[in-house]
């Protein structure tokens, strides 16, 4: 079992910065694939961004790239999503997700957070 929390999320300007944080509590957390997820209201789950269980691959939807990074810190089993750039069409509830051992491309997560509220104001 994974339990996920995101953190960091609030309100900010259009052209502001976020990181978002999520902790795990996996024993095994190096050995999963993280992923980032965004709902607008009225709108389905989308993928953002993921990165691999083994480090160094990272995937993004095109709408983030040259905006967003996910990053892990196994360390502190911890991954994140720093966000840059912000627009009014970021805006959403953002989701982390874990799946064992996933390709970045992976859609079917195991393990899902409760999620954290962004709002960027125009």
């Known amino acids: 079992q994974v339990q996920l929390v995101e953190s960091g999320g609030g309100l900010v300007q259009a052209g502001g910065s976020l990181r978002l944080s999520c902790a795990a509590s996996g024993r095994t957390f190096s050995s999963y694939t993280m992923g980032w997820f965004r709902q607008a209201p009225g709108k389905g789950r989308e993928f953002v961004a993921a990165?691999?269980?083994?480090?160094?691959?990272?995937y993004y939807v095109d709408s983030v790239k040259g905006r967003f990074t996910i990053s892990r810190d196994n360390a502190k089993n911890t991954v994140y999503l720093q966000m840059n750039s912000l627009k009014p069409e970021d805006t959403a509830v953002y989701y982390c997700a874990a799946v064992y051992r996933g390709l970045v491309t992976e859609r079917e997560y195991d393990y899902w957070g409760q999620g954290t509220q962004v709002t960027v104001s125009s």
């Open positions: 990165i691999r269980w083994s480090g160094g691959i990272t």
